[in-house]
């Protein structure tokens, strides 16, 4: 089931809620996510773009690495096929199965890393 992302409006580069230029093409963004339903093995469908559209800059998105962790659960963004995996430990990915409660009772303070 597709994850809902809500850009932070006012933590960022001001009231705006514009992503954080950091260097070398970097930003941050911060927000949550939403989570209903299971997660499929492989991961669920997080477009890159509703997780960049605070930045102000065109291009192609190059990279998108989630910073921290979501209630416990590593996070790994797969770019090619727009999908956010998770691990509940190293290199091992969550069973695909109904979002706990951890997940699902609130949105999910979450950052990212982009680069353009």
């Given amino acids: 089931m597709?994850?809902?992302?809500?850009?932070?409006?006012t933590v960022q580069g001001g009231t705006?809620?514009?992503?954080?230029?950091?260097?070398?093409g970097y930003w941050l963004t911060t927000?949550?996510?939403?989570?209903?339903?299971?997660?499929?093995?492989?991961?669920d469908t997080?477009?890159?773009?509703?997780?960049a559209k605070r930045i102000p800059v065109?291009?192609?998105?190059?990279?998108?690495?989630?910073?921290?962790?979501?209630?416990?659960n590593t996070m790994e963004y797969d770019l090619a096929n727009g999908k956010l995996k998770f691990y509940a430990s190293a290199n091992t990915e969550v069973a695909a199965a109904a979002y706990n409660a951890a997940l699902t009772?609130?949105?999910?303070?979450?950052?990212f890393l982009?680069?353009?």
Avoid: H, N
């Fill in 31 to 43: 927000g949550t996510l939403t989570f209903s339903g299971s997660y499929s093995t492989g991961g």
């Fill in 46 to 51: 997080l477009a890159a773009a509703s997780v």
């Fill in 58 to 72: 065109s291009g192609t998105i190059r990279e998108m690495i989630p910073v921290g962790t979501a209630r416990g």
């Fill in 2 to 9: 597709p994850l809902a992302f809500t850009p932070s409006t």
């Fill in 16 to 24: 705006q809620g514009e992503a954080l230029a950091l260097s070398a």
């Fill in 114 to 116: 982009i680069r353009v």
């Fill in 105 to 111: 009772a609130s949105p999910v303070p979450v950052a």
